[in-house]
């Protein structure tokens, strides 16, 4: 059904971002409207771009005549995915869809969801913050998307050099993946962690996916 961008828009319509920020993450995440990091310089705050709106999504299914089906929303093995979906399934029963939760191993979600494509929808952090250049890998690739504007827009913003350039072609970027409701964004995961006292250096976000130890002091 997520050929029709109106089966995809009602999904996004459905969301309560703040609802299940409140209760998967005990408040504790930043809402995103698109695939793109908040802290980033590039970010354009699309959040508000489908507004939590359970009337305007069950009239979306309803026209794209998939209201009262059955979807399935296959989980990966993370607290941040088994209590967002329990939510979130929630929210598209008011919209009137079925979602059928499965709790699936990572192995399994590797297989199926990842490599096979075989799912009707599942939660997943992406936690490479630079790789909007997924959406430009063809249908080949897990989110299933493939769009000739889109791969137009990534070929800019992989040649362009100029800094200020690049991020406006990013901004672009973010515009149309969000134009198209590609995913139901949720939120960026916090980055927590127990430091003792006397400890400095640690970054506050995670631009890359590892913390570089140089700068990190330990005064008694």
Do not use: C
Not at 144 to 156: H, L, R
């Amino acid at each position: 059904p997520f050929n029709d961008i109106r089966v995809r828009r009602a999904i996004s319509h459905a969301l309560d971002r703040d609802e299940i920020i409140d209760g998967a993450m005990y408040g504790r995440a930043v809402p995103i409207g698109s695939f793109y990091p908040p802290h980033g310089p590039a970010y354009v705050d699309l959040t508000n771009a489908y507004p939590h709106d359970t009337e305007k999504a069950k009239a979306l299914f309803k026209e794209a005549g998939v209201a009262g089906t059955t979807m399935t929303l296959r989980l990966p093995p993370f607290p941040y995915a088994a209590r967002s979906g329990e939510i979130i399934q929630a929210e598209l029963a008011k919209a009137g869809i079925d979602a059928k939760i499965e709790n699936v191993e990572w192995g399994f979600w590797l297989d199926e969801v990842y490599k096979k494509l075989n799912y009707d929808m599942t939660i997943i952090a992406h936690t490479s913050p630079n790789d909007m250049g997924n959406f430009a890998r063809g249908k080949s690739y897990f989110y299933g998307f493939q769009d000739p504007e889109f791969d137009a827009i990534w070929a800019k913003i992989q040649a362009e050099t100029d800094p200020d350039k690049r991020n406006a072609l990013l901004q672009e970027g973010q515009k149309f993946i969000t134009d198209q409701a590609v995913h139901g964004f949720l939120f960026q995961l916090p980055k927590l962690a127990v430091i003792r006292d006397g400890v400095t250096g640690f970054w506050s976000s995670s631009p890359v996916l590892f913390q570089p130890l140089a700068e990190v002091n330990w005064t008694e």
